[in-house]
């Protein structure tokens, strides 16, 4: 879904480390910290470099693992809401509506129909 990982990306890094802290606090700020830079200066160099604000890039990684939890179907979708840093269900189902054209009801519903045999 995102580029942003690029491994020869500038922000390759910082992206990396921002995935492993998904359902942490990640303002523009601790991501400038990180990156080692003011956070007007990160937030122009990071959206000039990856085409979207820090902000939409971290809301993409959120949504990228809160996908993959939706679809695996072993977590309810509050808890993947937690795990995944949306806070609550009602801001992560309107980033999927934003996102993948549906809520993650709906998400885990096809998956579970993919994912079932076919009958004989």
Avoid: C, Y
């Amino acid at each position: 879904m995102l580029e942003l990982g690029r491994p020869d990306g500038r922000f390759g890094e910082l992206l990396g480390w921002a995935r492993e802290r998904l359902a942490e606090p990640l303002p523009v700020e601790r991501l400038a910290d990180r990156a080692a830079m003011s956070a007007r200066h990160f937030a122009r160099a990071f959206a000039t470099e990856t085409g979207v604000t820090p902000a939409k890039a971290i809301e993409h990684l959120r949504l990228e693992a809160a996908r993959a939890q939706v679809e695996d179907g072993r977590d309810p979708i509050d808890r993947v809401a937690e795990m995944t840093g949306f806070r609550d269900p009602e801001r992560m189902r309107r980033a999927f509506v934003r996102a993948f054209g549906q809520p993650p009801q709906a998400l885990r519903r096809a998956a579970r129909v993919n994912a079932a045999p076919a009958s004989p």
